[in-house]
Protein backbone atom coordinates (compact mmCIF):
# COMPACT_ATOMS: atom_id res chain seq x y z
CA UNK A 1 0.00 0.00 0.00
CA UNK A 2 1.36 3.62 -0.58
CA UNK A 3 1.84 5.42 2.53
CA UNK A 4 -0.90 8.45 1.32
CA UNK A 5 -3.25 5.58 1.27
CA UNK A 6 -2.81 3.97 4.71
CA UNK A 7 -4.15 5.65 7.22
CA UNK A 8 -2.13 4.28 10.15
CA UNK A 9 0.84 5.18 8.20
CA UNK A 10 3.09 7.94 10.28
CA UNK A 11 3.87 11.21 9.01
CA UNK A 12 7.92 10.48 8.49
CA UNK A 13 6.97 7.62 5.72
CA UNK A 14 4.24 9.81 4.19
CA UNK A 15 6.26 13.52 3.89
CA UNK A 16 5.35 16.36 3.03
CA UNK A 17 3.82 15.89 0.27
CA UNK A 18 2.07 13.19 0.83
CA UNK A 19 0.67 14.12 3.83
CA UNK A 20 -0.51 17.15 1.93
CA UNK A 21 -2.08 15.33 -0.95
CA UNK A 22 -4.22 12.57 1.29
CA UNK A 23 -5.58 15.50 3.01
CA UNK A 24 -6.40 17.86 -0.30
CA UNK A 25 -6.88 15.33 -3.04
CA UNK A 26 -10.89 15.75 -2.73
CA UNK A 27 -11.25 19.36 -2.69
CA UNK A 28 -13.86 20.95 -5.18
CA UNK A 29 -14.07 24.14 -5.43
CA UNK A 30 -17.38 25.84 -4.61
CA UNK A 31 -17.70 29.72 -5.12
CA UNK A 32 -17.44 31.88 -7.59
CA UNK A 33 -14.56 33.98 -5.87
CA UNK A 34 -12.75 30.39 -5.49
CA UNK A 35 -10.35 31.13 -8.97
CA UNK A 36 -7.47 28.92 -7.99
CA UNK A 37 -7.37 26.94 -4.68
CA UNK A 38 -4.27 24.37 -3.60
CA UNK A 39 -1.88 23.13 -5.93
CA UNK A 40 -0.05 26.37 -6.92
CA UNK A 41 1.79 28.78 -5.27
CA UNK A 42 -0.66 31.08 -3.87
CA UNK A 43 -4.37 30.57 -3.83
CA UNK A 44 -6.63 33.44 -6.52
CA UNK A 45 -9.54 34.63 -5.58
CA UNK A 46 -11.90 37.50 -7.41
CA UNK A 47 -13.90 39.62 -5.78
CA UNK A 48 -14.95 42.37 -8.68
CA UNK A 49 -17.16 44.55 -6.94
CA UNK A 50 -17.10 43.26 -3.38
CA UNK A 51 -15.10 44.13 0.31
CA UNK A 52 -12.54 41.50 0.99
CA UNK A 53 -12.56 40.62 4.97
CA UNK A 54 -9.91 38.64 6.18
CA UNK A 55 -9.32 37.45 9.97
CA UNK A 56 -7.01 34.85 11.25
CA UNK A 57 -6.89 32.72 14.43
CA UNK A 58 -4.07 30.99 16.05
CA UNK A 59 -4.53 27.66 18.67
CA UNK A 60 -1.84 26.22 19.86
CA UNK A 61 -2.09 22.63 22.22
CA UNK A 62 -1.75 22.75 26.27
CA UNK A 63 -2.62 26.88 25.71
CA UNK A 64 -5.91 26.64 23.24
CA UNK A 65 -6.96 22.82 23.80
CA UNK A 66 -6.17 20.02 25.31
CA UNK A 67 -6.44 16.83 23.52
CA UNK A 68 -6.62 14.54 26.41
CA UNK A 69 -10.72 15.72 26.29
CA UNK A 70 -10.78 17.46 22.92
CA UNK A 71 -11.52 14.97 19.83
CA UNK A 72 -9.63 15.90 17.03
CA UNK A 73 -12.63 16.71 14.55
CA UNK A 74 -14.29 18.91 16.96
CA UNK A 75 -10.79 20.33 17.28
CA UNK A 76 -11.01 20.69 13.69
CA UNK A 77 -14.66 21.89 13.31
CA UNK A 78 -13.77 24.67 15.54
CA UNK A 79 -10.49 25.77 14.93
CA UNK A 80 -12.56 26.76 11.18
CA UNK A 81 -16.00 27.83 12.60
CA UNK A 82 -14.35 30.72 15.34
CA UNK A 83 -12.96 32.19 11.86
CA UNK A 84 -15.88 32.35 10.63
CA UNK A 85 -17.85 33.29 14.24
CA UNK A 86 -15.22 36.73 13.21
CA UNK A 87 -16.09 37.40 9.80
CA UNK A 88 -20.53 36.96 10.37
CA UNK A 89 -19.44 39.78 13.46
CA UNK A 90 -18.45 41.80 11.05
CA UNK A 91 -21.68 41.09 8.71
CA UNK A 92 -20.02 39.44 6.23
CA UNK A 93 -20.01 36.17 4.58
CA UNK A 94 -17.16 33.90 4.68
CA UNK A 95 -16.06 32.22 1.30
CA UNK A 96 -12.47 30.71 1.35
CA UNK A 97 -9.92 29.80 3.92
CA UNK A 98 -6.67 28.57 4.67
CA UNK A 99 -4.89 26.62 7.45
CA UNK A 100 -0.77 25.90 8.71
CA UNK A 101 -0.12 23.19 11.03
CA UNK A 102 2.52 22.30 12.61
CA UNK A 103 3.15 18.65 14.06
CA UNK A 104 5.10 16.88 15.98
CA UNK A 105 6.28 13.03 15.81
CA UNK A 106 3.24 11.81 18.18
CA UNK A 107 0.75 12.37 15.15
CA UNK A 108 -0.44 9.92 13.10
CA UNK A 109 -1.62 10.25 9.20
CA UNK A 110 -4.93 9.19 11.25
CA UNK A 111 -4.80 11.58 13.53
CA UNK A 112 -4.55 14.19 10.96
CA UNK A 113 -6.80 12.51 8.72
CA UNK A 114 -9.70 13.34 12.20
CA UNK A 115 -8.62 16.79 12.37
CA UNK A 116 -9.67 17.33 8.73
CA UNK A 117 -12.61 15.66 9.04
CA UNK A 118 -13.75 18.37 11.05
CA UNK A 119 -12.62 20.99 9.09
CA UNK A 120 -14.30 20.18 6.37
CA UNK A 121 -17.56 19.46 7.81
CA UNK A 122 -17.24 22.83 8.77
CA UNK A 123 -16.59 24.12 5.41
CA UNK A 124 -19.46 21.97 3.96
CA UNK A 125 -21.88 23.26 6.28
CA UNK A 126 -20.97 27.43 6.05
CA UNK A 127 -20.08 27.03 2.33
CA UNK A 128 -16.49 27.91 2.43
CA UNK A 129 -14.03 26.59 0.26
CA UNK A 130 -10.20 25.32 1.42
CA UNK A 131 -8.30 26.88 -0.91
CA UNK A 132 -4.27 26.55 1.02
CA UNK A 133 -2.27 26.38 4.00
CA UNK A 134 1.34 25.32 5.12
CA UNK A 135 2.29 22.35 6.55
CA UNK A 136 5.52 22.09 9.30
CA UNK A 137 6.76 19.82 11.72
CA UNK A 138 6.83 20.65 15.22
CA UNK A 139 9.16 19.91 18.56
CA UNK A 140 6.22 19.56 20.52
CA UNK A 141 2.54 19.62 20.37
CA UNK A 142 0.16 21.16 17.66
CA UNK A 143 -0.13 24.22 16.79
CA UNK A 144 -3.20 25.26 14.17
CA UNK A 145 -3.39 28.53 12.24
CA UNK A 146 -6.38 29.63 10.27
CA UNK A 147 -7.23 32.58 8.23
CA UNK A 148 -10.83 32.80 6.63
CA UNK A 149 -11.74 35.63 3.99
CA UNK A 150 -15.51 36.62 3.39
CA UNK A 151 -17.21 39.18 1.41
CA UNK A 152 -19.26 41.66 1.91
CA UNK A 153 -21.50 44.79 -0.08
CA UNK A 154 -19.27 48.06 1.19
CA UNK A 155 -22.36 49.23 3.08
CA UNK A 156 -23.09 46.25 4.70
CA UNK A 157 -19.64 45.88 6.69
CA UNK A 158 -20.79 46.41 10.17
CA UNK A 159 -17.61 47.72 12.56
CA UNK A 160 -17.47 48.31 16.47
CA UNK A 161 -17.53 51.84 16.40
CA UNK A 162 -20.96 52.04 15.61
CA UNK A 163 -23.19 52.14 18.25
CA UNK A 164 -25.26 55.31 19.10
CA UNK A 165 -26.94 56.91 22.46
CA UNK A 166 -30.14 55.01 23.03
CA UNK A 167 -29.35 51.73 20.72
CA UNK A 168 -30.84 48.88 22.44
CA UNK A 169 -27.95 46.57 23.20
CA UNK A 170 -28.52 42.59 21.94
CA UNK A 171 -27.36 39.16 22.41
CA UNK A 172 -27.83 36.00 20.15
CA UNK A 173 -28.44 33.04 21.84
CA UNK A 174 -27.29 32.08 25.98
CA UNK A 175 -23.92 32.99 27.55
CA UNK A 176 -21.63 30.98 29.82
CA UNK A 177 -22.64 27.51 28.77
CA UNK A 178 -18.99 27.28 26.91
CA UNK A 179 -17.27 27.94 30.09
CA UNK A 180 -19.48 25.92 32.22
CA UNK A 181 -18.53 23.01 29.38
CA UNK A 182 -15.13 23.56 30.39
CA UNK A 183 -15.31 24.07 33.80
CA UNK A 184 -16.61 20.23 33.28
CA UNK A 185 -14.27 18.39 31.05
CA UNK A 186 -11.44 20.21 33.31
CA UNK A 187 -13.14 18.55 36.83
CA UNK A 188 -13.65 15.18 35.25
CA UNK A 189 -10.40 15.00 33.56
CA UNK A 190 -8.56 15.48 37.13
CA UNK A 191 -10.94 12.95 38.80
CA UNK A 192 -10.10 10.43 35.99
CA UNK A 193 -5.88 11.05 36.57
CA UNK A 194 -6.26 10.66 40.40
CA UNK A 195 -8.93 7.77 40.29
CA UNK A 196 -8.82 6.19 37.26
CA UNK A 197 -12.81 6.91 37.15
CA UNK A 198 -14.92 7.32 34.12
CA UNK A 199 -16.42 10.42 33.68
CA UNK A 200 -20.06 10.90 34.43
CA UNK A 201 -21.24 13.45 31.62
CA UNK A 202 -24.44 12.24 30.59
CA UNK A 203 -27.03 15.33 31.83
CA UNK A 204 -24.47 17.92 30.26
CA UNK A 205 -24.42 16.81 27.04
CA UNK A 206 -25.80 20.66 26.06
CA UNK A 207 -22.88 22.76 27.82
CA UNK A 208 -20.19 20.26 26.45
CA UNK A 209 -21.32 20.37 22.76
CA UNK A 210 -20.84 24.22 23.21
CA UNK A 211 -17.73 24.04 24.45
CA UNK A 212 -16.46 21.57 22.26
CA UNK A 213 -19.08 21.60 18.92
CA UNK A 214 -19.70 26.20 19.14
CA UNK A 215 -21.68 27.06 16.00
CA UNK A 216 -21.41 30.66 14.93
CA UNK A 217 -24.36 32.89 14.52
CA UNK A 218 -24.21 33.17 10.95
CA UNK A 219 -28.42 32.45 11.02
CA UNK A 220 -28.41 35.59 13.37
CA UNK A 221 -26.71 37.61 9.82
CA UNK A 222 -28.85 35.87 7.52
CA UNK A 223 -32.29 36.85 10.12
CA UNK A 224 -30.80 40.06 10.64
CA UNK A 225 -30.47 40.97 6.62
CA UNK A 226 -34.45 39.15 6.50
CA UNK A 227 -35.62 41.66 9.15
CA UNK A 228 -33.92 44.53 7.15
CA UNK A 229 -32.45 45.75 10.50
CA UNK A 230 -28.31 46.35 9.97
CA UNK A 231 -26.57 46.69 13.37
CA UNK A 232 -24.84 49.82 14.39
CA UNK A 233 -21.97 47.68 15.81
CA UNK A 234 -21.34 44.14 16.15
CA UNK A 235 -19.05 41.91 17.83
CA UNK A 236 -18.67 38.09 18.25
CA UNK A 237 -18.28 36.89 22.02
CA UNK A 238 -15.18 34.99 22.45
CA UNK A 239 -13.59 36.67 25.72
CA UNK A 240 -17.31 37.24 27.90
CA UNK A 241 -19.85 39.56 27.48
CA UNK A 242 -17.76 42.05 30.16
CA UNK A 243 -14.93 42.17 27.50
CA UNK A 244 -16.72 42.54 24.67
CA UNK A 245 -19.18 45.19 25.80
CA UNK A 246 -16.19 47.35 26.41
CA UNK A 247 -14.67 47.16 23.07
CA UNK A 248 -18.25 47.99 21.65
CA UNK A 249 -18.66 51.13 23.90
CA UNK A 250 -14.87 51.71 23.52
CA UNK A 251 -14.68 51.97 19.98
CA UNK A 252 -18.33 53.60 20.01
CA UNK A 253 -16.63 55.88 22.51
CA UNK A 254 -19.92 55.30 24.38
CA UNK A 255 -21.01 54.07 27.60
CA UNK A 256 -24.08 51.12 28.59
CA UNK A 257 -26.41 50.45 30.37
CA UNK A 258 -26.93 46.50 31.06
CA UNK A 259 -29.49 44.40 32.78
CA UNK A 260 -28.23 41.40 34.52
CA UNK A 261 -31.73 39.73 34.97
CA UNK A 262 -31.93 40.09 31.16
CA UNK A 263 -28.47 38.58 30.19
CA UNK A 264 -29.84 35.01 28.56
CA UNK A 265 -28.31 31.93 30.57
CA UNK A 266 -29.64 28.07 29.71
CA UNK A 267 -30.30 26.17 32.87
CA UNK A 268 -28.06 23.48 32.63
CA UNK A 269 -25.05 26.32 32.90
CA UNK A 270 -26.68 27.31 36.17
CA UNK A 271 -27.28 23.91 37.06
CA UNK A 272 -23.12 22.90 36.75
CA UNK A 273 -22.73 26.49 38.25
CA UNK A 274 -24.53 25.59 41.11
CA UNK A 275 -22.16 22.22 41.16
CA UNK A 276 -19.05 24.24 41.39
CA UNK A 277 -20.25 27.47 42.73
CA UNK A 278 -19.54 29.73 39.99
CA UNK A 279 -22.74 31.87 39.30
CA UNK A 280 -23.90 31.34 35.70
CA UNK A 281 -23.97 35.74 35.72
CA UNK A 282 -20.24 35.56 36.06
CA UNK A 283 -19.91 32.61 33.70
CA UNK A 284 -21.61 34.67 31.26
CA UNK A 285 -19.95 38.06 31.85
CA UNK A 286 -16.49 36.80 32.16
CA UNK A 287 -16.47 33.03 30.36
CA UNK A 288 -15.14 32.70 27.17
CA UNK A 289 -15.74 30.92 23.52
CA UNK A 290 -19.40 31.71 23.62
CA UNK A 291 -19.62 32.63 20.15
CA UNK A 292 -22.87 34.75 20.34
CA UNK A 293 -23.24 37.69 18.87
CA UNK A 294 -23.52 40.91 20.37
CA UNK A 295 -24.79 44.25 18.60
CA UNK A 296 -26.63 46.84 18.78
CA UNK A 297 -29.63 48.23 16.75
CA UNK A 298 -31.59 51.41 16.54
CA UNK A 299 -34.06 51.59 19.16
CA UNK A 300 -36.84 51.97 16.36
CA UNK A 301 -36.36 48.59 16.22
CA UNK A 302 -37.52 47.43 19.22
CA UNK A 303 -40.91 46.06 18.29
CA UNK A 304 -39.02 43.81 15.37
CA UNK A 305 -36.25 42.51 17.89
CA UNK A 306 -38.55 41.93 21.08
CA UNK A 307 -40.67 39.37 19.17
CA UNK A 308 -37.27 37.19 18.31
CA UNK A 309 -37.28 34.03 20.78
CA UNK A 310 -33.35 34.02 19.56
CA UNK A 311 -32.26 37.28 20.57
CA UNK A 312 -32.33 39.22 23.57
CA UNK A 313 -32.14 42.50 24.49
CA UNK A 314 -30.02 43.11 27.35
CA UNK A 315 -30.02 46.85 27.77
CA UNK A 316 -28.99 50.11 26.14
CA UNK A 317 -26.32 52.49 25.06
CA UNK A 318 -26.00 55.90 27.00
CA UNK A 319 -23.18 58.42 26.86
CA UNK A 320 -19.79 57.90 27.60
CA UNK A 321 -19.72 59.99 30.99
CA UNK A 322 -22.36 57.88 32.19
CA UNK A 323 -20.35 55.20 32.07
CA UNK A 324 -20.01 51.41 31.22
CA UNK A 325 -22.31 49.51 33.71
CA UNK A 326 -23.96 46.84 35.08
CA UNK A 327 -27.49 46.73 36.72
CA UNK A 328 -27.57 43.41 39.22
CA UNK A 329 -30.62 41.48 40.19
CA UNK A 330 -30.68 43.42 43.23
CA UNK A 331 -31.09 46.73 41.72
CA UNK A 332 -27.40 47.82 42.22
CA UNK A 333 -25.05 49.49 39.93
CA UNK A 334 -21.80 47.83 39.49
CA UNK A 335 -18.87 48.96 36.36
CA UNK A 336 -18.51 46.39 34.07
CA UNK A 337 -14.68 45.06 34.21
CA UNK A 338 -13.11 42.80 31.54
CA UNK A 339 -11.98 39.52 32.75
CA UNK A 340 -11.75 37.96 29.69
CA UNK A 341 -9.30 35.22 28.63
CA UNK A 342 -5.92 34.77 30.89
CA UNK A 343 -4.14 33.77 27.72
CA UNK A 344 -0.88 34.51 29.14
P1 LIG B 1 5.12 26.08 -0.76
O1 LIG B 1 6.42 25.35 -0.82
O2 LIG B 1 4.92 27.07 -1.87
O3 LIG B 1 4.79 26.58 0.61
P2 LIG B 1 3.59 23.70 -0.26
O4 LIG B 1 4.26 22.50 -0.79
O5 LIG B 1 3.70 24.00 1.19
O6 LIG B 1 4.02 24.97 -1.13
O7 LIG B 1 2.05 23.64 -0.61
C1 LIG B 1 1.57 23.15 -1.84
C2 LIG B 1 0.12 23.47 -1.96
O8 LIG B 1 -0.59 22.80 -0.94
C3 LIG B 1 -0.18 24.95 -1.80
O9 LIG B 1 -1.25 25.25 -2.68
C4 LIG B 1 -0.62 25.08 -0.36
O10 LIG B 1 -1.51 26.16 -0.20
C5 LIG B 1 -1.26 23.74 -0.10
N1 LIG B 1 -1.10 23.27 1.29
C6 LIG B 1 0.06 23.07 1.96
N2 LIG B 1 -0.16 22.59 3.20
C7 LIG B 1 -1.51 22.49 3.32
C8 LIG B 1 -2.38 22.06 4.36
N3 LIG B 1 -1.93 21.66 5.56
N4 LIG B 1 -3.71 22.08 4.14
C9 LIG B 1 -4.18 22.52 2.95
N5 LIG B 1 -3.43 22.92 1.94
C10 LIG B 1 -2.10 22.91 2.10
MG1 LIG C 1 4.49 25.46 2.26
Known amino acids: MKPENDKHANLSELGEFGLIKMLTEKITLKNPGSLVGVGDDAAVLDYP ?14 IHFDLVYTPLKHLGYKAAVINFSDLFAMNALPRQMLISIALSAKFTTQMIAELYEGIYLACERYGVDLVGGDTSSSVTGLTISITAIGEAVKDEIVYR ?35 GQQPEMDEYGYILERH ?41 KKGCLVYASKIPIDPE ?10 DGLVAALNGGEDYELLFTVPLSAFEIIGKR ?36
Open 49 to 62: DKQVVVTTDLLTEG
Open 161 to 195: NGAKVNDLICVSGNLGSAYMGLQLLEREKKIFGST
Open 212 to 252: LKPEPRGDIVQLLRELNIKPTSMIDISDGLSSELLHICTAS
Open 269 to 278: TEKMGKEINI
Open 309 to 344: PEISIIGHIVDESEGKRLVTQTGSLVDLKAQGWKAF
